[in-house]
T-cell receptor
């Protein structure tokens, strides 16, 4: 399977704990995006990388959230001191710099903060 | 901000053609129009993309008028498995701006 993969698929944690999610994009894609989605809503943009550079970060993203993409390959999204409001589906997408900018999504990581 | 507008929900029956329209009032000159499908507990799946006129692939057709202020996703002969949420996100720089999508329910 050469699509976008995410790990873990599900995560249950207690409030105040730190969690880290991983995304492996399609190998030739140089752009990587993180989105968050809550029930009944469309995905909400969190941050974007071109190669290893983080070029854009949502103003809605608190300082508890951090993302990295070392060497321009896989990416990690860390949430520190989780809160119940962080419960959501976290989606990763990747794309290549061509006309159209089609983003291809992974299966998501479902986070539940108790 | 290139936000889009689409119906909240639609119903249809198996074997029918379904058309979902999206309004792209603030679309930028260089933006493509892309449609995604999402099933519960899965990530959005790319369906089709176009810039103008008509595009067809093995899954759907996309109609875009000359002014590009709207687009219509056409699903031929739908089946129960086409029940899903359909999105036509707008663009802002490299972000996709998503509304709540159109919840399509196909009945037997």
């Amino acid at each position: 399977d050469t699509g976008v993969s995410q790990d873990p698929r599900h995560k249950i944690t207690k409030r105040g704990q730190n969690v880290t999610f991983r995304c492996d994009p399609i190998s030739e894609h140089n752009r990587l995006y993180w989105y968050r989605q809550t029930l009944g809503q469309g995905p909400e943009f969190l941050t974007y990388f071109q190669n290893e550079a983080q070029l854009e970060k949502s103003r809605l993203l608190s300082d508890r959230f951090s993302a990295e993409r070392p060497k321009g390959s896989f990416s990690t999204l860390e949430i520190q001191r989780t809160e119940q409001g962080d419960s959501a589906m976290y989606l990763c997408a990747s794309s290549y710099t061509t006309g159209g900018e089609t983003q291809y999504f992974g299966p998501g990581t479902r986070l539940l903060v108790l | 901000l290139a936000k889009t507008t689409q119906p909240i929900s639609m119903d249809s029956y198996e074997g029918q053609e379904v058309n979902i329209t999206c309004s792209h009032n603030n679309i930028a000159t260089n933006d493509y129009i892309t449609w995604y499908q999402q099933f519960p507990s899965q990530g959005p799946r790319f369906i089709i993309q176009g810039y103008k006129t008509k595009v067809t692939n093995e899954v759907a057709s996309l109609f875009i008028p000359a002014d590009r202020k709207s687009s219509t996703l056409s699903l031929p002969r739908v089946s129960l498995s086409d029940t899903a949420v359909y999105y036509c996100p707008g663009h802002s720089n490299y972000q996709l701006i998503w509304g709540a999508g159109t919840k399509l329910i196909i009945k037997p």
